[in-house]
């Protein structure tokens, strides 16, 4: 259901605690007492038939008693009371209902849903803390204190969570916009809450505490718009391996469950914290931090001994130091003391003057592409105060008219720096008590700036490479065969022929059958040395039971490696099925890294991609990572980054750096034939072998299934479609391209706007700006397509060169009940059946994506597009209240209602909020 009638939850007109009670130190008194001592302004309603009054306000003996329907009910009643309160209160017209009841059957609990779902009512819980909306003064718990007013949402999984943070938070003067304990998550869910806070104008930045997600593409979709709006940091449970299960590969065995996190989160554009101090560190840095971070950090100090603790913290945090280039050196040189460092750190001296620090911050900012992110550390003297320097400094940093400079500031010390801190604080800028603490921070924004670079990507599944496409149909072939034969395992040939259809190099491999002058032959047929392996359906690690012998060099060695390894398997796993054996030719590289590259099914987010270190001991070294497919080489190369062996593939001494593309290539693959075959269940490439020449996988296994668990309908991140592409004729000139927009249009899309005329602005944004901000640009092209869809026309210029001439823009509301809609094209296009194509291909896509309704909020003199309206068969009425606008509404599914005035009624409410949320703007080109 997503964000229906969640503003019910946080800010209602009335209020009933069914179960409210006067016994003390009962959930039901605690509950009664945080909602009536909160400061919540509407209506408060006590249900429970042993009372005639709670506190001299009248009690009700059931629902049906109260004088009104209640927009909120919070139920802490017996379990078995649950489902017919439930009932009663959707019948009565509740919208929201909090139960904090626990002890919930299953069954009980599909019955609470039941009773609810008719009139779309909305259920947090059950087993839940309840919730807090301090702006709304609402206290709808049974924590045992109230929240501070602030800018930050907190969400939970954990009760226990929810009551040590608010206390936690209240020692520290920390606020909350909303803190939520979902409990069970029978419905409203982490997706639901992401979807809402994103837009919450009280929200500057959502912090998640997750134990376990449900419903992947929708976590997944929410989570990438909301961290598009604002930061979302999440504390995620469970790090260690004991939860782990074994699994039949390398593969399985450590893509455990964390690990995917990981690769979600990162994929989603948040940022991982590991303690509740990290969590409240980030969210300081990510929520007044405004400049681009930079991938090096310089550390400007009054004071070397500061400095030296801050570039120790900046090794153990991995954040790299800036080398400080000459001509910087020398700007400095004229405006520090003679005996300043000279590198980085850059110490001005403990004497420095105010004009000290702003001469030299100045001077840094100059070279801000080599400085990175600065650091700013002042230990207080008795030569200036403290508050001076951050008087001077505070408006340098954030100037009233300009970009922002990137600086983390640490105030060392306590009430001499306390005005100083409070100074920056109101400035907006980050503030630490402590140098490791801002280098720690620094370190997590560079992460979440990374996590953002993933999140601006849109791969499609099947992607266009250099060289012959991959031979998709022998690949189904072979899986037909295996699975038609009544296996899952496929033999090593079959892997390597698998990887082979893929494009991916592969050690030429022969099979011959379990005899050893056979194996000989083969071996000498091949050319010395050769590599001999156990060819069985029943042994999945070979080496584990002594099938594999490497560097045989004579037909001797073969022979008598091949008796010894049919007696030795025979010994270990008697039970085994022995095909034969595999003789492959030895390859050896010089300087070359074992990796494995390898997929499996994670059972939350599907199918996922790990990349790491190789070879037998790959359990032991654990240096691997995961991502989610589809991959594109940027997507590919972050992967390669989050392990250990990305140093050594990135060359060090003699070493060459490794082919990276070749890798990456690798890395494309298995991502493509997840896509391509739905069959594949787990695949291993281990050993791959990479060194500068490029890579070769000399060991592969591959496991398939029936239920078809991989495909790209099961990818948690819905692929770029490149199946909507279409070239359809024009008559404002030949054939135009339809499209979905993604993220490289970004520079064609401002030259679009730029050509707009200002009229066109204001008819299609209510406004003649056409300067958009960077960060806005960006969100009109990266967009999610699981809920927003911009086809634009294309054409290629007298050059050749792409340009964009129209788009058409549709964003759904999360549960896909009404799509708000936009069309605008160049100038020159008018009139040329441009908006007609492109308005064609938006009603059909959003038809099938299962839109009930496409609408739109427009200007009464914006005669072409009513006229455009009218043409499609748009319902057209007059706005409630402003003449100067008209609402246009089309029924896209065949059980969706006629537009009625009271549709239309609710149509605009949601389209003024979304304007104000907006600043007045509708939705952008």
Not at 64 to 85: G, H, M, N, R, W
Not at 145 to 152: H, T
Not at 311 to 324: F, N
Not at 806 to 811: D, E, F, P
């Amino acid at each position: 259901m997503s964000t229906r009638h969640l503003e019910s939850l946080f800010a209602p007109r009335s209020v009933a605690v069914i179960g409210a009670s006067s016994r003390p130190a009962s959930v039901g008194s605690t509950l009664w007492r945080n909602v009536r001592q909160g400061g919540f302004q509407g209506a408060i309603y006590p249900v429970n038939p042993k009372y005639k009054a709670l506190d001299g306000v009248p009690c009700h003996a059931s629902v049906a008693d109260l004088p009104e329907a209640p927009e909120l009910a919070v139920i802490c009643t017996p379990p078995a009371t649950v489902v017919k309160l439930v009932r009663q209160l959707a019948a009565r017209g509740a919208r929201a209902v909090v139960v904090i009841t626990a002890g919930l059957s299953r069954k009980d609990k599909q019955a609470m849903l039941e009773a609810a779902r008719p009139t779309l009512m909305r259920i947090l819980g059950p087993n839940c803390v309840g919730l807090l909306a301090p702006h709304a003064g609402l206290n709808a718990s049974f924590a045992h204190i109230s929240a501070r007013r602030g800018e930050m949402a907190f969400v939970s999984q954990s009760g226990a969570l929810v009551t040590a943070l608010l206390d936690w938070a209240e020692a520290r003067d920390i606020g909350f916009s909303h803190f939520v304990s979902l409990g069970e998550h029978a419905d409203v869910d982490f997706g639901d809450m992401l979807d809402f806070l994103a837009s919450d104008p009280r929200t500057r930045a959502i912090l998640l505490y997750v134990e376990a997600v449900t419903h992947a593409r929708k976590f997944m979709s929410a989570a990438r718009a909301a961290a598009r709006n604002k930061p979302v940091i999440v504390v995620k449970a469970g790090r260690s391996a004991q939860g782990q299960k074994a699994a039949a590969s390398h593969t399985g065995a450590l893509a455990g469950a964390d690990a995917v996190y990981d690769a979600a989160i990162a994929r989603a554009g948040m940022l991982r914290v590991d303690s509740l101090d990290e969590l409240f560190l980030a969210a300081e840095a990510l929520t007044r931090y405004r400049a681009p971070v930079g991938e090096v950090m310089t550390i400007l100090t009054n004071g070397g001994g500061a400095g030296v603790m801050a570039a120790d913290a900046a090794e153990r945090y991995g954040v790299p130091l800036a080398e400080l280039p000459p001509a910087l050196v020398r700007e400095l040189d004229q405006a520090l003391p003679g005996n300043w460092s000279r590198g980085n750190p850059v110490d001005i001296i403990g004497d420095a003057p105010a004009e000290r620090y702003v001469a030299a911050l100045q001077a840094l900012a100059r070279h801000r592409q080599a400085t990175g992110t600065i650091l700013f550390i002042h230990a207080p003297t008795a030569i200036v105060p403290s508050d001076d320097i951050a008087q001077a400094l505070a408006p340098v940093i954030r100037p009233p008219a300009g970009a922002a400079l990137p600086v983390i500031s640490s105030w060392m010390g306590g009430p001499a720096v306390a005005a100083a801190r409070r100074r920056f604080t109101r400035a907006g800028i980050a503030c630490y008590d402590m140098p490791e603490q801002a280098v720690h921070a620094i370190g997590l924004l560079q992460a979440h700036a990374r996590n953002q670079a993933e999140l601006a990507e849109a791969p499609p599944a099947v992607q266009v490479q250099g060289g012959a496409p991959p031979d998709t149909a022998a690949v189904r072939a072979i899986v037909r065969q295996v699975l038609d034969g009544g296996r899952e395992m496929l033999t090593e040939p079959e892997a390597k022929a698998v990887c082979a259809a893929y494009r991916i190099p592969v050690a030429a491999t022969s099979s011959v059958g379990p005899d050893a002058e056979a194996a000989a032959a083969e071996a000498t047929r091949i050319g010395y040395p050769v590599v001999l392996k156990i060819l069985s359906e029943d042994i999945s690690h070979k080496s584990d039971v002594g099938g594999v012998a490497l560097g045989l060099d004579d037909e001797t060695a073969v022979r008598d490696a091949a008796r010894a390894m049919l007696a030795r398997v025979r010994r270990l796993q008697p039970q085994a099925r022995i095909d034969g054996f595999t003789v492959q030719q030895m390859v050896r590289r010089q300087q070359a890294q074992e990796l494995i590259v390898g997929a499996s099914i994670d059972p939350t987010f599907g199918p996922v991609i790990l990349f790491g270190q190789g070879g037998t001991a790959v359990e032991v070294t654990k240096d691997s990572a995961m991502a989610l497919p589809p991959l594109n080489p940027p997507l590919a190369r972050a992967l390669i980054r989050r392990t250990r062996v990305a140093r050594l593939l990135a060359g060090y001494r003699d070493v060459p750096p490794a082919d990276m593309g070749a890798i990456v290539g690798v890395l494309q693959a298995v991502s493509q034939l997840l896509a391509d075959v739905p069959e594949v269940a787990e695949l291993d490439i281990n050993p791959l072998i990479v060194n500068a020449e490029g890579a070769i996988a000399l060991d592969a296994r591959v496991r398939v299934s029936r239920a078809q668990p991989a495909g790209a309908a099961n990818f948690a991140i819905r692929p770029y479609p490149a199946q909507l592409i279409e070239a359809v004729p024009w008559a404002g000139g030949g054939a135009v391209t339809l499209r979905p927009i993604r993220p490289e249009d970004e520079a064609q899309h401002r030259a679009f706007i730029d050509s707009l005329a200002p009229e066109d602005m204001r008819m299609r944004m209510f406004h003649s700006r056409r300067m958009l901000e960077r960060s806005e640009l960006a969100r009109l092209v990266q967009i999610d397509y699981a809920r927003e869809m911009a086809f634009i026309a294309t054409a290629l210029d007298e050059n050749g060169v792409e340009r964009t001439l129209g788009v058409a823009r549709a964003l759904a509301d999360p549960d896909n009940a009404s799509a708000e809609f936009g069309i605008i094209t160049r100038p020159e296009c008018k009139g040329s059946g441009l908006g007609s194509l492109l308005m064609e291909k938006l009603i059909a896509y959003q038809r099938a994506a299962g839109t009930q309704r496409l609408v739109a909020l427009v200007l009464a003199e914006n005669e072409r597009m009513r006229r455009l309206g009218r043409k499609f068969g748009f319902a057209e009425l007059p706005t409630p209240g402003d003449a100067s606008t008209v609402e246009l509404s089309l029924a896209l599914q065949p059980a969706a209602a006629p537009p009625r005035r009271g549709v239309l009624d609710g149509l605009q409410k949601g389209l003024s909020a979304r304007r104000a949320r907006k600043q007045g703007r509708p939705p952008p080109p």
